[in-house]
């Protein structure tokens, strides 16, 4: 399992437009394939940034299969007139963890 | 519960020790006060890059308990002649999760 780490900039005074969005978002990503999980984190030090990561069983789960299906454009249209920049996208492997 | 977000970059060649020592690290957060929990993990995309995300009940639990402890200073012992640069560190509130 891999971890999508997503950096988003929200444009000044759209953010709690942009968390309820990411709200009704979630369905989104609980029905896309190979996907198992979804934080999604708000920066303390600047308050518009967020962190969204996603676990998904590969990388072309997430650049192959989701982001070519429609469910990326729906995801889109909930939440894309609040970014005031493109993401900032990248991949990372487990290494080690303890909780 | 905040999420500190750390970036390390490691010196080429160094991955390995890095992950090592780290292993060898995880006492030193399980003990630490205010800490729930760390993943390490690494970029796909630029392998030399890692990402810390370490589970603090506050900032403050990071920034004044943690980061003045003579346990930083044996964490920073242990993995620090591995980074190529200054950690790049910050701080996250959740704000929703599904998993």
Same mark, same amino acid.
């Given at each position: ?9 929200? =444009? @000044? !005074?759209?953010?709690?437009? #942009?968390e309820e ?7 989104i990503?609980?029905r896309? *394939? ?9 920066s303390?030090? =600047? @308050? !518009?940034h967020?962190?969204? #990561? ?13 982001r *070519?299906?429609p ?5 889109r ?9 493109s ?13």
């Amino acid at each position: 399992m891999i971890t999508e780490i997503a950096q988003l900039d929200i =444009k @000044p !005074g759209m953010e709690s437009e #942009f968390e309820e969005a990411m709200k009704k978002a979630v369905p989104i990503f609980e029905r896309a *394939r190979g996907c198992h999980g979804l934080d999604l984190r708000r920066s303390i030090e =600047k @308050p !518009g940034h967020y962190w969204l #990561f996603v676990a998904w069983d590969t990388v072309d789960d997430h650049l192959l299969g989701f982001r *070519r299906s429609p469910d990326f454009q729906e995801w889109r249209k909930l939440v894309g007139h609040c970014f005031a920049d493109s993401p900032d996208v990248t991949h990372a492997d487990p290494i080690l963890s303890f909780s």
